[in-house]
């Protein structure tokens, strides 16, 4: 496990970070989880506005340089400036389970976030695990202040299950952060003859931290390694120089890393046993500071551990079986099978992803998984036969590559189980029917649409992590355009995104589709407002009421992913040719009635006349 803490003093993410996660070494290839903890990541309202539409450009930049490693966004959590992110190689994902983010303000009385600590905790092969990354109190003198500051936010952190409700009660705590703990007594004049001279250890006893490791008991338990880097805080921005301004703060340590194993319980188990000793056991392989970034007034600190523990869970609660190879789309036939006790939900689904895929909701196509079959095996506790799904032809990318399938539970948000990488030889559609047999591909799907993340989401939601927002051409290219808002569709949805399946508000517009466009893409509905499944159990139908009755229109067809309530978008706008527009007002008053002041495909086409004239075909 590599740990990262870095005070980021506002600063825009530099352009390479591969040395502070040590991937340039050999050490990568044994790391199965990376946590990086950044403080001070810039929180203006300005800057916070646009974070909650898009991800920040700390979390793009570390899910773009980890995902070729195969490293996973497992949970990230946001306080203001204090970020706390979590990754995995993909293999793991199915043994880590039980994800909770928590998070404690403790900036001015508890009122504001600049300070405090924000945490990720969740099961890694059934041991519990939190991490916490902490922004504490300033200043030399503010020693007791943090003491009080990290009781707090020990003390307000509580999560949900029946095991590990606290911080210090799971098995394993990494607690870093800016910590802000100084060197008291010694003046800055020999804090700095000691940096130069390399004799670091004449500092140590004066280190707040190692003096309150001894003598908190709310600190008691916890470990950290030698400081054999120099201190890294306070430099100057852009060197590697230490505080040359007039304040000539003294260097420190403030930023740090620590750990902390939980004591064996005393007394005697269940069943009479006594528990077992060395269950657990952390080393430290590296402790270092990165004085290659100059970005901030503070240095990036950087450890590697090896957690050695016996594991509790040797199987994934849902095991996926599929083809070596899809040559064929009959081939894309998905087989699973789910553990006893598997909390499964009717929103579960099956994704594709990408080798190199940087989050679980990263995916290229996705499938529901079935719920029918699902329910009589929970009741009979017994999944011998297996489940079994089918990508559609539509959902599947075209040409050559290497892709994963991973089972999402919408229970525990995570991902409960996944396939060895696979391959995908498919031809790829011809130019002249691009717009169909392209739309399983999720480069021109999520580059053309915007998703927002949900109040209650853990996750980066599926379509907006490509830094290219839209690939379409801009407005001001089309002189002769209208653009005039949609009115409100009264019909119901069925968002394609596992992340939205809520019902969305009512007074969303939509975008008018022209009759002679439905007339080729719809049929018939059953039922107003259901959904109907294709003869290939493959895609579902929404109904729509156009013209007073109503229609189909299957949302595989690019005219229903053009629709927002699918998409998941905010309010859009009509477009319509001036030609085309006054053309049809022009046919309207031809036949002899006006148009109505709102037109949407809700409203009949005869509400300007009187009862007694027929409607029009």
Request: aromatic share 10%; with cysteine.
């Amino acid at each position: 496990i590599t740990v990262v803490t870095w005070n980021v003093g506002t600063a825009m993410p530099p352009n390479d970070v591969t040395s502070l996660l040590h991937l340039n070494t050999g050490e990568t290839n044994d790391v199965d989880m990376i946590a990086i903890g950044l403080q001070e990541v810039n929180s203006k309202i300005n800057k916070r506005l646009k974070d909650a539409l898009f991800t920040d450009q700390w979390s793009e930049l570390f899910m773009d340089v980890l995902s070729p490693f195969h490293f996973i966004l497992v949970s990230t959590v946001r306080m203001q400036g204090v970020i706390l992110l979590v990754f995995a190689k993909y293999y793991h994902l199915p043994f880590l389970q039980d994800i909770q983010t928590d998070c404690t303000r403790t900036g001015l009385g508890g009122y504001w976030g600049n300070k405090g600590g924000v945490s990720v905790r969740l099961s890694i092969f059934g041991h519990m695990v939190c991490f916490l990354n902490c922004h504490l109190p300033a200043h030399l003198e503010k020693a007791e202040q943090r003491k009080e500051d990290f009781a707090t936010i020990l003390h307000m952190q509580q999560f949900e299950g029946p095991v590990a409700n606290g911080i210090l009660d799971h098995d394993l705590v990494f607690w870093f952060g800016d910590l802000n703990f100084r060197i008291e007594s010694l003046d800055i004049c020999f804090v700095k003859y000691a940096i130069d001279s390399n004799v670091l250890s004449q500092l140590w006893e004066k280190d707040q931290l190692n003096i309150a490791k001894s003598t908190w008991p709310v600190l008691r338990g916890f470990q950290e390694g030698p400081l054999n880097f120099p201190p890294t805080f306070k430099f100057d921005v852009g060197t590697n120089k230490y505080d040359s301004s007039a304040k000539k703060r003294k260097p420190a340590w403030t930023d740090r890393i620590l750990w902390k194993i939980k004591p064996p319980s005393k007394g005697w188990g269940a069943g009479g046993h006594r528990p077992s000793q060395g269950v657990l056991s952390v080393s430290q392989l590296c402790y270092c500071s990165h004085m290659e970034y100059t970005i901030s007034d503070h240095k990036p600190v950087a450890a590697i551990f090896a957690v050695q523990f016996a594991s509790k869970v040797d199987k994934p609660q849902v095991e996926i079986y599929v083809a070596d190879e899809w040559s064929r789309p009959e081939q894309a036939v998905v087989r699973y099978k789910m553990a006893v006790g598997f909390h499964r939900s009717s929103w579960d689904w099956i994704g594709l992803y990408r080798v190199g895929f940087r989050h679980p909701k990263d995916y290229v196509s996705y499938v529901w998984a079935r719920s029918d079959d699902g329910e009589r095996c929970l009741e009979k506790q017994l999944c011998v036969s297996g489940l079994q799904v089918m990508f559609s032809e539509e959902a599947l990318p075209k040409g050559n590559g290497e892709y994963i399938l991973g089972y999402y539970s919408n229970t525990s948000s995570s991902i409960a189980g996944v396939t060895e990488p696979f391959q995908i030889s498919l031809p790829r559609s011809d130019e002249g029917s691009s717009s169909t047999d392209s739309s399983g591909s999720s480069s021109e799907e999520d580059d053309s649409t915007l998703v927002l993340l949900a109040p209650k989401s853990r996750s980066p939601s599926p379509g907006k992590m490509k830094r290219h927002r839209s690939r379409s051409p801009s407005l001001a290219k089309f002189q002769g355009l209208i653009l005039r808002p949609s009115s409100r569709d009264r019909g119901t949805s069925r968002s394609p995104s596992p992340q939205s399946r809520r019902s969305l508000p009512r007074n969303i517009p939509t975008i008018h589709l022209p009759q002679e466009e439905l007339g080729h893409h719809g049929v018939k509905g059953k039922e107003p407002g259901q959904a109907a499944e294709s003869p290939e159990g493959s895609s579902f139908y929404q109904t729509v009421q156009e013209q007073g009755g109503l229609r189909c229109v299957s949302a595989d067809s690019p005219l229903a992913r053009a629709d927002p309530r699918n998409l998941g978008l905010l309010p859009a706008l009509r477009l319509e040719m001036i030609d085309q527009a006054l053309g049809r007002r022009r046919e309207s008053a031809d036949q002899g009635y006006h148009p109505c002041r709102k037109m949407s495909p809700t409203t009949p086409p005869d509400c300007g006349t009187s009862p007694k004239e027929g409607r029009n075909p």
